[in-house]
């Protein structure tokens, strides 16, 4: 019994082992790029993940307001900015009954401008901004976390 249940063991941690670091990363000289597999490399950037949990009576208003103010504000404020970001809706529900939406910044530009009521203000002014990041917050089921990645 000891035997097989080794001889199990054995075969599903060997069976179902990841190969890690058997490939080379293949650099793309054209745009500083390394990928290795799946995963893809910035050498000279870092990257940023901002995860926005959303309250489910919310999520209309939250994707409604990134669509047609915030990220057409973010494209007439700053196009670089603009161009490295990437807004995604998730379909389904999470388990407590949010909805997560991602801002991923790739490559995150370090001297840019990221802040969304700052963006807001210079294209429309602080009264009509203030308005719009309210209705941004009051979207939100928690607070936005933010990770940097190299």
């Known amino acids: ?16 082992a990841i190969s890690i670091g058997n490939k080379v990363a293949d650099v793309a000289d054209d ?14 950037g870092h990257s940023m993940i901002a995860f926005n949990k959303i309250s489910p009576k919310k999520r209309a208003a939250f994707e409604m307001l990134n669509k047609t103010i915030i990220m057409p ?3 007439r404020a700053n196009l670089s900015v603009y161009n490295s970001l990437t807004f995604l ?7 407590d009954g ?10 995150y530009l370090e001297n840019e ?5 700052s963006i807001l203000v210079a294209v429309h002014g602080r009264p009509r901004a203030e308005e719009y990041f309210q209705l941004w917050l009051d979207c939100f089921a928690e607070e936005q976390e933010t990770l940097l990645f190299r």
């Open 31 to 44: 745009n500083n790029v390394a990928t290795n597999g799946n995963s893809v490399y910035h050498f000279d």
């Open 89 to 95: 809706a998730s379909e389904e529900q999470n388990e």
């Open 73 to 75: 504000a973010i494209q």
């Open 113 to 117: 401008d990221y802040d969304i009521l």
């Open 1 to 16: 019994m000891k035997k097989i249940l080794i001889l199990s063991f054995l075969l599903t941690f060997y069976g179902c």
């Open 98 to 107: 949010t909805y997560t939406f991602l801002y991923i910044a790739s490559p």
